[in-house]
């Protein structure tokens, strides 16, 4: 997924943790709505 190539590993994890919900809080520009778009589409993708 193209989307991923940005993220650090510790948005990966958020990305990738399927087992529960997720919060993530960091400051502006930190890529929060990027991680969460990608979380959002590997969760589709999994179906």
């Avoid at 193209?2 to 919060?23: D, I, N, P, T, Y």
Wanted: with cysteine; aromatic share 6%; net charge negative.
């Amino acid at each position: 997924m193209e989307l991923m190539e940005g993220l650090s590993e510790e948005q990966k994890e958020a990305v990738f943790c399927f087992e529960r919900s997720v919060c993530l809080s960091a400051g502006a520009g930190s890529g929060k709505t990027r991680a969460l778009v990608a979380r959002y589409l590997a969760i589709i993708e999994r179906g």
